[in-house]
């Protein structure tokens, strides 16, 4: 597709490096399935291998098509790329070096959108869509995709590669006909967001071009729907410089942030009921309640801030949903605003099973019902028959406490990772950064959010260019995957020992 782009643009050179992109990806694909075609099914553990090494694979491969159109591109061609009127420098050539084209593409799978592109409409079409494109698929998920697609296993074998990716949700009784419904859902879903931002653009900017305003529209709906975060301007979603423009956007993440399956739901229910019913639905709409006035109140007094209300609605919206379309120079905010927008918003994300970042809205809830939990059992009989609710689904003792646990776990695995690369970004960042922003980078990076407080650049240290990958790599897997990979290559082969 951005290959058929970049032709149509003219834009001979990227269309040369994505046919480069294409036959390396075709190739080692077919020597890796040469080599494993007779290989057993997947058990759990392999499953988690095959998501961590299957994703940073393609966050490799990925890079190719940047590096390549950066090489091969001559200068007069990619100046062409620069809108008339500016004489920086096309950000097309950062991508010569390898490490960011890396960064690009490990951004663009894990739907995080952080970017190497300082003026991104100086890339090319072809590029930008390619930008684009790579979140939309990476927010389903490459591993749903080959399932509902490709010849793959079914039963236990495909639902353990279905698990590795962070679903646990079956529509359906086969995990194959699960995937294929919610890719379709996937698709309706950014059909139906394209054309209402292709609209209300025209509405809002008639003198945009309608060319201009189509190809945002597709761009913006998948990095959108993703919660991907790419634009296609400089200054993301500021760059239209239109309040209405905003405000048009924020649908447009918020329905990302929200269950594949409880779309499926109201599809099948004909109702929007199940949007209520669903219990991270619920806590989404609360926290957008509370979190979005609090914001603007700290916002208030930060003299950098020219509007609170507007900028707190959007990056509250943006950060929440993991999104990561900005409109606000958060580099300017106190400390204060920086750390409740962490803490408050990207750390969460929104729910699982949609295509957000983050820890999880439902995560979140076990561990709030977990310390009512801890409070109601004193003034209980030790061998009391208790049972739980989580969302619809009723639970007895023993299985609450593991639901609990596992939320628990893996929150503080994920807050120790936060922090731990947080401290090693300090070492290796500009001084001239506080902790607040530190920490705000590695909140986003880890959170696959997308939002910048500045550190992310082409000048930043090269080892904190990798700490960010790593982070994004492991935060979009949920941890898990890439520790049973790290275990089992310091383990050797087999299934690592207790």
């Not at 639905?281 to 609360?286: D, K, L, N, V």
């Not at 406490?401 to 628990?408: F, L, M």
């Not at 904190?464 to 310091?490: D, H, K, N, T």
Request: net charge neutral; glycine share 10%.
């Amino acid at each position: 597709m951005p290959l058929l782009v970049s032709l149509g643009y003219g834009e001979m050179y990227s269309a040369l490096a994505f046919l480069l992109g294409s036959g390396t990806s075709a190739a080692l694909g077919a020597l890796g399935y040469w080599t494993c075609r007779d290989a057993p099914e997947a058990t759990q553990w392999q499953g988690m291998l095959v998501a961590a090494t299957g994703w940073l694979a393609v966050a490799v491969v990925g890079a190719v098509p940047l590096t390549a159109a950066a090489h091969l591109t001559p200068p007069e061609v990619a100046q062409s790329f620069v809108p008339a009127g500016e004489s920086y420098t096309p950000s097309l050539y950062n991508f010569k070096n390898p490490l960011h084209a890396f960064f690009e593409s490990m951004s663009a799978f894990t739907t995080t959108g952080l970017t190497m592109s300082v003026h991104e409409p100086s890339v090319g079409r072809g590029v930008l869509l390619y930008r684009s494109l790579g979140p939309w698929i990476g927010g389903a998920g490459m591993i749903v995709l080959a399932l509902a697609i490709l010849r793959t296993p079914s039963g236990t074998a495909g639902f353990s590669l279905y698990q590795a990716e962070g679903r646990s949700t079956k529509v359906r009784p086969n995990i194959v006909e699960t995937t294929r419904v919610l890719w379709r859902v996937y698709v309706g879903l950014t059909l139906g967001v394209a054309v209402y931002l292709a609209v209300g653009t025209f509405l809002i900017l008639p003198d945009y071009g309608v060319a201009a305003t189509l190809f945002d529209a597709v761009n913006h709906a998948m990095t959108g729907q993703s919660t991907g975060g790419f634009s296609t301007l400089d200054d993301s979603i500021a760059g239209y410089g239109s309040y209405a423009m905003d405000v048009l956007h924020i649908p447009a993440m918020l329905l990302g942030a929200v269950a594949l399956p409880v779309y499926y739901g109201i599809l099948e229910t004909r109702s929007v009921r199940a949007l209520w019913e669903d219990v991270q639905a619920r806590m989404f709409g609360a926290m957008l309640l509370v979190g979005t006035p609090l914001l603007i109140a700290l916002l208030w007094t930060v003299p950098a801030v020219a509007n609170p209300v507007r900028e707190g609605l959007f990056q509250f919206a943006t950060a929440l949903s993991t999104t990561g379309w900005q409109t606000s120079a958060i580099g300017d905010w106190s400390d204060g605003a920086v750390l409740f927008i962490v803490f408050g918003a990207m750390i969460v994300g929104g729910s699982a099973g949609a295509t957000v970042g983050g820890i999880k809205l439902v995560r979140i809830y076990a561990l709030v019902r977990g310390v009512r939990w801890q409070i109601v059992r004193a003034f209980l009989p030790r061998h009391a028959a208790v049972r739980f609710r989580m969302g619809k689904r009723r639970l007895d003792r023993d299985a609450m406490h593991d639901e609990i646990s596992q939320a628990a776990v893996l929150t503080g695995l994920y807050l120790f990772l936060m922090m731990a690369s947080a401290v090693a970004l300090t070492y290796l960042i500009d001084p001239s950064y506080s902790l607040a922003d530190i920490i705000f980078e590695s909140a986003t990076a880890q959170g696959t959010v997308g939002l910048s407080a500045g550190v992310t650049r082409p000048a930043m240290n090269a080892w904190a260019e990798g700490i960010l990958i790593f982070q994004m790599w492991i935060g979009r897997l949920e941890i898990f995957p890439v520790f049973v990979l790290l275990r089992s290559l310091l383990a050797g082969t087999g299934p690592a020992r207790p």
